[in-house]
Protein backbone atom coordinates (compact mmCIF):
# COMPACT_ATOMS: atom_id res chain seq x y z
CA UNK A 1 0.00 0.00 0.00
CA UNK A 2 1.40 3.32 -0.65
CA UNK A 3 2.29 6.12 1.86
CA UNK A 4 1.59 8.71 0.26
CA UNK A 5 -1.41 9.43 -1.63
CA UNK A 6 -0.99 12.62 -4.37
CA UNK A 7 -3.85 14.30 -5.79
CA UNK A 8 -3.43 16.83 -9.31
CA UNK A 9 -5.28 19.41 -9.44
CA UNK A 10 -5.22 21.09 -12.61
CA UNK A 11 -6.56 22.43 -16.10
CA UNK A 12 -3.48 19.98 -17.19
CA UNK A 13 -4.08 17.07 -14.61
CA UNK A 14 -4.50 14.29 -17.49
CA UNK A 15 -0.29 15.30 -18.66
CA UNK A 16 0.95 15.22 -15.33
CA UNK A 17 -1.09 12.42 -14.41
CA UNK A 18 0.85 10.61 -17.49
CA UNK A 19 4.33 12.00 -16.40
CA UNK A 20 3.69 10.48 -13.05
CA UNK A 21 2.91 7.05 -14.23
CA UNK A 22 6.06 6.94 -16.18
CA UNK A 23 8.39 8.66 -13.49
CA UNK A 24 8.84 5.31 -11.11
CA UNK A 25 6.80 6.59 -8.46
CA UNK A 26 5.73 3.20 -6.71
CA UNK A 27 5.07 4.44 -3.70
CA UNK A 28 2.80 7.02 -4.55
CA UNK A 29 -0.86 6.71 -5.01
CA UNK A 30 -2.01 9.14 -7.72
CA UNK A 31 -5.26 10.53 -8.30
CA UNK A 32 -6.10 13.52 -10.86
CA UNK A 33 -8.88 16.25 -10.94
CA UNK A 34 -8.92 19.17 -13.49
CA UNK A 35 -11.81 21.29 -10.67
CA UNK A 36 -12.17 21.37 -7.56
CA UNK A 37 -15.83 19.66 -7.38
CA UNK A 38 -14.16 16.54 -9.36
CA UNK A 39 -11.62 16.60 -6.85
CA UNK A 40 -13.26 16.47 -3.35
CA UNK A 41 -14.72 12.77 -3.45
CA UNK A 42 -10.37 11.65 -3.35
CA UNK A 43 -9.26 15.19 -1.41
CA UNK A 44 -9.59 13.68 2.31
CA UNK A 45 -7.75 10.91 1.87
CA UNK A 46 -4.52 12.84 0.29
CA UNK A 47 -1.89 14.40 1.86
CA UNK A 48 0.71 15.84 -1.02
CA UNK A 49 -0.92 18.02 -3.92
CA UNK A 50 0.24 18.97 -6.77
CA UNK A 51 -1.33 22.13 -8.53
CA UNK A 52 -2.63 25.62 -9.58
CA UNK A 53 -2.84 27.37 -6.24
CA UNK A 54 -6.10 28.88 -7.23
CA UNK A 55 -7.73 25.34 -7.21
CA UNK A 56 -5.94 24.23 -4.12
CA UNK A 57 -7.56 26.86 -1.97
CA UNK A 58 -10.76 25.85 -2.67
CA UNK A 59 -9.92 22.45 -1.24
CA UNK A 60 -7.82 23.16 1.66
CA UNK A 61 -10.77 22.73 4.51
CA UNK A 62 -11.76 19.03 2.83
CA UNK A 63 -8.24 18.12 3.26
CA UNK A 64 -7.17 16.78 6.74
CA UNK A 65 -3.82 14.72 6.27
CA UNK A 66 -2.33 17.67 3.87
CA UNK A 67 0.83 17.75 4.71
CA UNK A 68 2.70 19.22 1.11
CA UNK A 69 1.59 21.17 -1.75
CA UNK A 70 3.59 22.05 -4.73
CA UNK A 71 2.60 24.58 -6.89
CA UNK A 72 2.49 24.35 -10.67
CA UNK A 73 2.72 28.43 -10.86
CA UNK A 74 5.39 30.35 -9.57
CA UNK A 75 2.66 32.76 -8.23
CA UNK A 76 1.05 31.25 -4.88
CA UNK A 77 -0.41 33.76 -3.50
CA UNK A 78 -3.91 32.42 -3.68
CA UNK A 79 -2.57 30.20 -0.90
CA UNK A 80 -0.83 32.53 1.39
CA UNK A 81 -4.14 35.17 1.34
CA UNK A 82 -4.88 35.72 5.55
CA UNK A 83 -7.48 33.68 7.00
CA UNK A 84 -6.57 30.35 4.85
CA UNK A 85 -4.56 27.64 6.47
CA UNK A 86 -0.97 27.62 6.98
CA UNK A 87 -0.32 23.88 9.14
CA UNK A 88 1.43 22.25 6.08
CA UNK A 89 4.22 23.11 3.84
CA UNK A 90 4.33 24.99 0.87
CA UNK A 91 6.56 25.27 -2.19
CA UNK A 92 6.80 27.17 -5.32
CA UNK A 93 8.92 26.68 -8.70
CA UNK A 94 12.10 28.64 -9.22
CA UNK A 95 14.73 28.35 -11.89
CA UNK A 96 12.11 26.85 -14.62
CA UNK A 97 10.68 30.24 -16.14
CA UNK A 98 14.28 32.24 -16.19
CA UNK A 99 15.08 31.16 -20.03
CA UNK A 100 11.41 32.06 -21.35
CA UNK A 101 11.92 35.37 -19.03
CA UNK A 102 14.74 36.49 -20.45
CA UNK A 103 13.92 35.81 -24.07
CA UNK A 104 10.39 37.77 -23.51
CA UNK A 105 11.85 40.73 -22.19
CA UNK A 106 15.46 41.23 -24.36
CA UNK A 107 12.91 40.52 -27.33
CA UNK A 108 10.72 43.25 -26.73
CA UNK A 109 13.83 45.88 -25.64
CA UNK A 110 15.14 45.10 -29.02
CA UNK A 111 11.90 45.83 -31.06
CA UNK A 112 12.02 48.87 -29.56
CA UNK A 113 15.02 50.35 -29.55
CA UNK A 114 15.46 49.07 -33.23
CA UNK A 115 11.87 50.62 -33.99
CA UNK A 116 11.01 46.97 -35.66
CA UNK A 117 7.50 47.63 -35.64
CA UNK A 118 7.71 50.69 -37.79
CA UNK A 119 10.41 49.16 -40.07
CA UNK A 120 7.51 47.08 -40.75
CA UNK A 121 5.39 49.01 -41.73
CA UNK A 122 7.28 51.05 -43.58
CA UNK A 123 7.70 47.71 -45.51
CA UNK A 124 4.31 47.39 -45.89
CA UNK A 125 3.71 51.14 -47.18
CA UNK A 126 6.85 50.26 -49.61
CA UNK A 127 8.78 52.87 -48.30
CA UNK A 128 13.12 53.03 -48.29
CA UNK A 129 13.72 54.52 -44.65
CA UNK A 130 16.45 54.16 -42.30
CA UNK A 131 15.31 54.58 -38.70
CA UNK A 132 17.28 55.86 -36.02
CA UNK A 133 18.10 53.08 -33.45
CA UNK A 134 20.22 52.83 -30.11
CA UNK A 135 22.70 50.40 -29.81
CA UNK A 136 21.57 48.47 -26.03
CA UNK A 137 25.75 48.75 -24.97
CA UNK A 138 25.92 51.68 -22.26
CA UNK A 139 21.70 51.67 -21.72
CA UNK A 140 20.56 50.34 -18.00
CA UNK A 141 18.62 47.69 -17.48
CA UNK A 142 16.67 48.38 -13.98
CA UNK A 143 15.38 44.89 -12.23
CA UNK A 144 12.27 45.45 -9.46
CA UNK A 145 12.86 41.86 -7.97
CA UNK A 146 15.94 40.12 -7.79
CA UNK A 147 14.64 36.42 -7.44
CA UNK A 148 15.60 33.85 -9.75
CA UNK A 149 13.47 34.80 -12.75
CA UNK A 150 15.36 38.54 -12.10
CA UNK A 151 18.70 37.52 -11.75
CA UNK A 152 18.18 35.36 -15.32
CA UNK A 153 16.92 38.72 -17.01
CA UNK A 154 19.43 40.93 -15.31
CA UNK A 155 22.63 38.30 -16.91
CA UNK A 156 20.69 38.70 -20.21
CA UNK A 157 20.88 42.05 -20.18
CA UNK A 158 24.26 42.71 -19.16
CA UNK A 159 25.34 39.93 -21.83
CA UNK A 160 24.38 42.27 -24.46
CA UNK A 161 26.42 45.17 -22.83
CA UNK A 162 23.95 46.59 -20.78
CA UNK A 163 24.44 48.34 -17.39
CA UNK A 164 21.97 46.60 -14.86
CA UNK A 165 21.42 47.97 -11.92
CA UNK A 166 18.56 46.14 -9.50
CA UNK A 167 16.26 46.34 -6.11
CA UNK A 168 15.13 44.09 -3.74
CA UNK A 169 13.54 44.37 0.02
CA UNK A 170 15.74 43.71 2.12
CA UNK A 171 19.76 44.45 1.56
CA UNK A 172 21.71 41.56 0.00
CA UNK A 173 24.42 41.11 -2.75
CA UNK A 174 23.46 39.98 -6.17
CA UNK A 175 26.36 38.99 -9.01
CA UNK A 176 24.14 39.52 -11.57
CA UNK A 177 23.70 43.33 -11.34
CA UNK A 178 26.23 46.23 -11.37
CA UNK A 179 24.62 47.82 -8.14
CA UNK A 180 21.50 47.05 -5.53
CA UNK A 181 19.24 49.03 -4.49
CA UNK A 182 17.11 48.33 -1.22
CA UNK A 183 14.78 49.65 0.98
CA UNK A 184 14.28 53.19 0.95
CA UNK A 185 16.58 53.42 -1.85
CA UNK A 186 13.46 52.57 -3.99
CA UNK A 187 13.18 56.19 -6.16
CA UNK A 188 16.73 56.14 -6.33
CA UNK A 189 16.91 52.72 -8.32
CA UNK A 190 13.85 53.98 -10.26
CA UNK A 191 15.40 57.45 -11.92
CA UNK A 192 18.30 55.28 -13.20
CA UNK A 193 16.97 52.66 -15.86
CA UNK A 194 16.25 53.00 -19.32
CA UNK A 195 14.11 49.97 -19.33
CA UNK A 196 13.00 48.39 -16.03
CA UNK A 197 11.73 45.50 -15.29
CA UNK A 198 9.11 44.53 -12.80
CA UNK A 199 9.50 40.32 -11.80
CA UNK A 200 8.07 41.06 -8.29
CA UNK A 201 5.31 38.55 -6.57
CA UNK A 202 2.06 39.57 -5.80
CA UNK A 203 1.93 40.34 -2.09
CA UNK A 204 0.56 43.41 0.34
CA UNK A 205 4.18 44.73 0.29
CA UNK A 206 4.32 44.79 -3.85
CA UNK A 207 0.53 45.67 -4.28
CA UNK A 208 0.90 49.15 -6.00
CA UNK A 209 4.22 49.87 -5.50
CA UNK A 210 4.44 51.43 -9.43
CA UNK A 211 1.92 53.89 -8.81
CA UNK A 212 2.27 58.18 -9.82
CA UNK A 213 5.23 59.25 -7.44
CA UNK A 214 6.84 55.84 -8.63
CA UNK A 215 5.87 56.36 -12.46
CA UNK A 216 7.32 60.12 -11.86
CA UNK A 217 10.51 59.25 -10.48
CA UNK A 218 11.48 57.04 -13.38
CA UNK A 219 13.64 58.52 -16.06
CA UNK A 220 12.13 61.21 -18.77
CA UNK A 221 11.49 58.18 -21.79
CA UNK A 222 12.09 55.32 -20.10
CA UNK A 223 10.38 51.76 -21.23
CA UNK A 224 8.40 50.12 -17.81
CA UNK A 225 8.07 46.20 -18.79
CA UNK A 226 6.17 44.16 -16.05
CA UNK A 227 6.37 40.47 -15.99
CA UNK A 228 5.72 40.05 -12.68
CA UNK A 229 2.38 40.78 -11.19
CA UNK A 230 -0.32 43.01 -12.15
CA UNK A 231 -1.34 44.55 -8.82
CA UNK A 232 2.42 46.40 -8.84
CA UNK A 233 1.42 48.83 -11.07
CA UNK A 234 -1.38 50.90 -10.80
CA UNK A 235 -3.07 50.79 -14.26
CA UNK A 236 -4.63 54.30 -14.20
CA UNK A 237 -1.84 55.79 -13.23
CA UNK A 238 0.31 54.04 -15.68
CA UNK A 239 -1.85 55.11 -18.36
CA UNK A 240 -1.66 59.20 -17.42
CA UNK A 241 2.14 58.53 -17.58
CA UNK A 242 1.74 57.18 -21.18
CA UNK A 243 -0.51 59.62 -22.43
CA UNK A 244 1.75 62.43 -21.07
CA UNK A 245 4.64 61.42 -22.22
CA UNK A 246 6.99 60.31 -19.04
CA UNK A 247 7.09 57.23 -20.00
CA UNK A 248 8.14 56.29 -23.44
CA UNK A 249 5.78 52.59 -23.63
CA UNK A 250 5.14 50.21 -21.14
CA UNK A 251 5.22 46.40 -22.08
CA UNK A 252 2.64 44.33 -20.28
CA UNK A 253 2.30 41.04 -19.74
CA UNK A 254 0.35 41.30 -16.48
CA UNK A 255 -2.95 43.24 -15.25
CA UNK A 256 -4.84 43.98 -12.18
CA UNK A 257 -8.09 42.32 -13.54
CA UNK A 258 -7.30 39.34 -16.02
CA UNK A 259 -8.63 38.99 -18.84
CA UNK A 260 -7.67 42.83 -19.23
CA UNK A 261 -11.32 44.14 -19.85
CA UNK A 262 -12.57 45.51 -23.43
CA UNK A 263 -13.01 49.12 -21.29
CA UNK A 264 -9.19 49.79 -20.36
CA UNK A 265 -7.69 52.51 -22.43
CA UNK A 266 -4.02 50.17 -22.37
CA UNK A 267 -5.74 48.72 -25.55
CA UNK A 268 -5.66 51.11 -27.68
CA UNK A 269 -2.71 53.46 -25.96
CA UNK A 270 -0.06 53.65 -29.56
CA UNK A 271 2.77 52.81 -26.77
CA UNK A 272 1.51 50.25 -24.83
CA UNK A 273 2.52 46.41 -25.78
CA UNK A 274 0.34 43.80 -23.97
CA UNK A 275 0.25 39.92 -24.18
CA UNK A 276 -2.35 37.61 -22.56
CA UNK A 277 -0.02 36.86 -19.53
CA UNK A 278 1.88 34.30 -21.52
CA UNK A 279 5.37 35.53 -21.44
CA UNK A 280 6.72 31.99 -19.42
CA UNK A 281 4.06 29.50 -19.30
CA UNK A 282 4.41 26.73 -16.46
CA UNK A 283 5.01 23.86 -18.66
CA UNK A 284 4.11 20.62 -17.10
CA UNK A 285 7.15 18.56 -18.05
CA UNK A 286 9.62 21.38 -16.41
CA UNK A 287 7.13 21.47 -13.16
CA UNK A 288 6.71 17.92 -12.99
CA UNK A 289 10.63 17.58 -12.80
CA UNK A 290 10.38 20.34 -9.57
CA UNK A 291 8.04 17.67 -7.98
CA UNK A 292 9.65 14.45 -8.33
CA UNK A 293 13.21 16.36 -7.01
CA UNK A 294 11.29 17.67 -4.07
CA UNK A 295 9.18 14.30 -3.40
CA UNK A 296 12.92 12.01 -3.63
CA UNK A 297 14.12 14.48 -0.69
CA UNK A 298 10.42 14.30 1.55
CA UNK A 299 10.99 10.47 1.37
CA UNK A 300 14.54 10.54 2.36
CA UNK A 301 13.90 12.58 4.80
CA UNK A 302 15.58 16.36 3.38
CA UNK A 303 14.48 19.77 3.54
CA UNK A 304 12.24 20.52 0.41
CA UNK A 305 13.53 23.23 -2.01
CA UNK A 306 11.54 26.76 -2.45
CA UNK A 307 9.70 26.98 0.47
CA UNK A 308 7.50 29.50 0.76
CA UNK A 309 6.94 31.86 3.47
CA UNK A 310 3.77 32.66 3.80
CA UNK A 311 4.00 35.72 5.56
CA UNK A 312 6.29 37.06 2.61
CA UNK A 313 3.95 35.64 -0.27
CA UNK A 314 7.07 33.79 -1.88
Known amino acids: MPDDRLLILTPDAATYAALAADAGLDDLEIHAATEVDQARTTAAGC ?101 S ?27 AVDRVYSGDEFHAFLAEPDHLVVVLPDTPATAGLFDRDALATMKEGAVLINVGRGRSVVEVDLVDALRNGGLRAAVLDVFESEPLPASSPLWSLPNAYLTPHNAAPSLPGDVFDCFVANYRRRRAGEALADVVDFARGY
Open 47 to 147: NVVLGVPALVAGLLDAMPRLGWVQSTYAGVDALCRPGLRRDYTLTGLRGIFGALMREYVLGWILALERDLFEARQLQLRGRWQTLPFRGLTGLTLGVCGLG
Open 149 to 175: IGEAVARAGAALGMRVVGYRRTPAPCA
